[in-house]
């Protein structure tokens, strides 16, 4: 009952919503201080006992969610590389191992940085796991999505720009409780690149231990920020994404793509493609080269949703980064549209905003935005409460391509239902509350063609009307 009244408010919002221009909400809370939690706090604790491993996380390991790449860091020497895992707690019937490594980043030298492939999984299962020795050792559990099928339901949650702040630890926790399965993480993780020499390898590992809480539990789908570029000449460190690229494996071979930059999985009913805004993209690039050939894999027969993940957004109308999504717009909008992109999600501007579908295709080289129903939904993130603050400022007036924005912390859920529609929230984060503010029903681009949108409508309102 209760879902199906969700979904009834969710479709007569968006009613209520199409009917009118976007909307720019007013609201304003106590911000909370931008500063990052002091490195003594709980929330960073170091797990009891010798070379335990801490800084745990998982994301998908292969191509179709059959497999779950788990790092973890021992900070005192190697220790074991061994995942056991298995059906039931403290069971293990499996082992895997997997490889070891540490860097240095200036005067800082890493842990232990453990990564391990476990793969041959089975869907929708239920998998415990265990890594360390002895005393130390730490458990954790994960479950594997549902098999490819066009008809799997399942629960993303996406976050931006999260750093390690209040606000970044409020984010976290409410997206804990939307009960995601998933999370799909749209880039500038931990915000370490605004220390210096040393501090700048200690706050990634804060950080890695910070997100553990979810991110040893459920996966999440990386993308790569400016924040990880950590370009210091000053400091000697000129090679891009060093400590993201030590820290964060990605599955990119499983999708053909020749970094870890971008690649694609894909999950339950849906097929994500990340992409790096900040590596070369222009015709005939790695990335480009990469993308023409994966968009030819989509099967919508197989995987209807069709998502994309990028930092800096395309459409957006805050003043804090305006336009500099603009190139990746020139070069790809076209095949968004032609492929039917269902929704793509950026991170960046620290405030939120939701495009209708839009496109600038027909302007004959001004990239103006007009309404194009093949186009996607261009969604900002880019709120998740780093120490940089809000981005408060909106361009006045709000853009008719602009259907609703505030500058506010949060993330969003996206709730795939079937082949043909999803709920779609943005939570705000309402101090140490979580609020459903923006709400709408997101139709899918191939399956949810414009007859079979009235004929769910007509659902929809004939037992709104029966239920009077
Ligand atoms: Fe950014």
């Known amino acids: 009952m209760l879902v199906r009244l969700l979904f009834l408010s969710s479709v007569l919002l968006i009613c209520v919503g199409s009917a009118n221009a976007g909307k720019t909400s007013g609201f304003t809370r106590n911000e909370w201080p931008s500063i990052d939690i002091p490195l003594d706090n709980e929330v960073f604790a170091v797990p009891k006992g010798y070379n335990a491993p801490q800084q745990v996380h998982i994301t998908q390991g292969d191509y179709d969610g059959k497999a779950v790449i788990i790092s973890w860091v021992t900070p005192d020497e190697p220790g074991s590389n061994k995942v056991q895992y298995g059906l039931s707690e403290g069971k293990y019937d499996f082992t895997a191992e997997g490889t070891v490594q540490n860097y240095t980043f200036y005067d800082y030298k890493s842990g232990y940085i453990h990564q391990c492939l476990v793969d041959g999984l089975q869907y929708d299962t239920k998998y415990y796991y265990e890594i360390g020795n002895g005393d130390s050792s730490r458990k954790f559990w994960f479950q594997t999505p549902p098999k490819i099928d066009p008809e799997a339901s399942y629960k993303f949650g996406i976050i931006g720009d999260l750093g390690q702040t209040y606000n ?38 804060s950080w890695g231990r910070f997100v553990e809480r979810s991110a040893a539990y459920q996966p999440w789908i990386w993308s790569a920020g400016n924040h990880e570029i950590e370009y210091f000449p000053q400091m000697r460190e000129v090679i891009p994404f060093r400590n993201y690229l030590h820290r964060y494996p990605t599955p990119y071979p499983a999708s053909e793509s020749s970094s870890p930059l971008w690649y694609a999985v894909r999950r339950a009913s849906a097929h994500i493609i990340v992409l790096s805004s900040y590596s070369p993209f222009v015709k005939y690039t790695p990335q480009w080269k990469w993308l023409r050939q994966e968009l030819k894999k989509v099967d919508r027969q197989k995987t209807p949703w069709l998502i994309v993940l990028m930092h800096a957004p395309i459409y957006n109308s805050n003043e804090a980064h305006f336009f500099e999504g603009e190139s990746m717009r020139v070069v790809y909008e076209s095949w968004f549209c032609q492929y039917k992109v269902d929704v793509i999600f950026a991170g960046h501007v620290h405030a939120y905003e939701r495009s209708y579908r839009i496109s600038s295709l027909r302007q004959n080289g001004s990239s103006y935005p007009v309404p194009d129903k093949s186009a996607p939904v261009y969604i900002t993130v880019g709120d998740g409460g780093n120490q940089e603050g809000l981005a408060k400022k909106f361009r006045d007036p709000q853009p008719d391509y602009s259907a609703f924005r505030e500058a506010s912390y949060g993330h969003s859920t996206l709730e795939v239902k079937n082949k043909t529609h999803a709920i779609y929230h943005w939570n705000r984060n309402d101090d140490g509350k979580r609020v459903q503010t923006d709400t709408f029903v997101l139709h899918n681009q191939y399956w949810g063609n414009s007859r079979r949108r009235r004929k769910l409508k007509k659902k929809v309102l004939d037992y709104a009307i029966a239920n009077l």
């Open 168 to 205: 970044s630890l409020s984010t976290l926790e409410h997206s804990m409780q939307t009960g995601t399965q998933a999370i799909l993480f749209v880039g500038d993780l931990s915000y370490a690149d605004r220390y210096e020499n040393h501090d700048v390898g200690v706050r990634w590992d």
